[in-house]
């Protein structure tokens, strides 16, 4: 048996490394190392690929997510509505452009913002609203964006774990995440669903107008070269990465139906077990199993985590402490939140392997060791 990683990035790698290659060394031998067209090719195709009228690509995930917010001219002490139960970096920058967080509790099981709770987080001081598709299961966005739109809030989807999903309204449309909010924002850091060889990012927006203000925003602030309009950054991705994309985005929708696949082995393996709950899965999205979470209930996760380490299969906590009970965010009054369902996650969750790469042979290997010890103790 090959040995297990968490993500295989190596094992993928081997599958189009001819591509790879090739499409590295044309940007080298072009010298065309930042904005070539690499990178507009691939800010076209992914824009293609969501239907989305706008990709302005940039350096990172949590950089997309900075850019939306300041584009969207918030201003310090206005709220920003955000689940606790997420990666850092999607409250990380509210703090960092001295607005306030607000964390809002999760639904049991989406794991993805809860609408209700959400609409009674909103005060006149609202002025956005972040749902994180979580481990690839998309946001209520139908609920969400009909809040939203009621009281007049943008909404910044964060797509960092779920570029690909599909929802469905409840009249039959289909859309893909990150399209259906005001902005969206995604990360092709390597382990993502869609992962470039180093950092890369990337904002969507149907806005001609927003769309315009990122690219500036993105660019030192500047419409016309050295003269700034408004304060920026410097957010670029890089040619190579874009080249490295434009082969991968073509097989991203394989490359989820081999998660898919995966997690229906493991759904499978675990059916019936009264102490694990497999990942949900709603009739309105497609989850595209950025992650393959367990909830457990009454089994010791830190000792089936070591048990599967001393079995050569690796396991992760995503994540291990809500943003709310973060030091960084002691001073907005994190402690002081009842955020019951988050705090409940956090001490059950329990993420297996997962990517592109699994055989059946690892993925038994991996539910047998999961279930010896789970049944044992
Ligand atoms: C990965 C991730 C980000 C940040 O992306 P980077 O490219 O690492 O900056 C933001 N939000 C979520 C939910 C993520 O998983």
Request: charged share 20%.
């Amino acid at each position: 048996m090959r040995p297990i990683q968490m993500v295989d990035l190596k094992q993928q790698y081997q599958q189009i490394k001819a591509e790879v290659d090739a499409a590295i060394h044309e940007v080298i031998d072009s010298a065309a190392f930042i904005n070539g067209k690499a990178v507009q090719d691939f800010s076209a195709s992914l824009a293609g690929y969501l239907g989305a009228k706008h990709v302005i690509p940039c350096a990172n995930g949590t950089d997309a997510l900075q850019i939306a917010m300041m584009a969207l001219d918030l201003q310090p002490g206005d709220e920003v509505i955000t689940p606790s139960f997420t990666y850092i970096a999607t409250t990380e920058v509210v703090a960092l452009l001295r607005l306030k967080p607000v964390f809002v509790d999760v639904d049991p099981k989406t794991f993805c913002i809860d609408p209700v709770a959400l609409e009674k987080a909103i005060t006149p001081n609202t002025r956005a609203i972040v749902p994180v598709h979580l481990y690839g299961q998309s946001a209520d966005m139908e609920a969400i964006m009909e809040i939203a739109n009621r009281h007049n809030i943008a909404v910044i989807e964060d797509n960092a774990q779920a570029i690909g999903s599909d929802f469905v309204f409840s009249d039959g449309r289909k859309q893909k995440t990150g399209t259906i909010g005001t902005i969206g924002c995604t990360s092709f850091f390597p382990s993502k669903n869609l992962g470039c060889y180093g950092d890369g990012g990337a904002i969507c927006t149907n806005d001609d107008a927003l769309a315009a203000k990122i690219t500036k925003i993105a660019n030192h602030g500047q419409s016309k070269r050295y003269y700034h309009d408004i304060v920026g950054c410097n957010s670029r991705l890089d040619s190579i990465q874009a080249a490295v994309l434009n082969v991968k985005l073509p097989r991203l929708d394989a490359y989820i139906d081999a998660r898919r696949k995966a997690a229906d082995f493991y759904d499978k393996a675990f059916a019936g077990n009264p102490k694990i709950t497999v990942p949900y899965r709603a009739d309105n999205n497609k989850h595209v199993f950025h992650q393959y979470t367990l909830l457990l209930e009454g089994v010791d996760r830190d000792s089936l985590n070591k048990f599967l380490a001393d079995n050569q299969v690796p396991s992760m906590i995503y994540y291990p402490v809500p943003a709310h009970r973060q030091q960084m965010f002691a001073d907005f009054g994190g402690a002081s939140y009842n955020l019951p369902v988050t705090d409940w996650l956090t001490e059950r969750v329990i993420s297996l392997p997962m990517h592109t790469e699994l055989d059946s042979e690892q993925l038994e290997y991996i539910s047998t060791k999961v279930l010896e010890f789970i049944n044992n103790h």
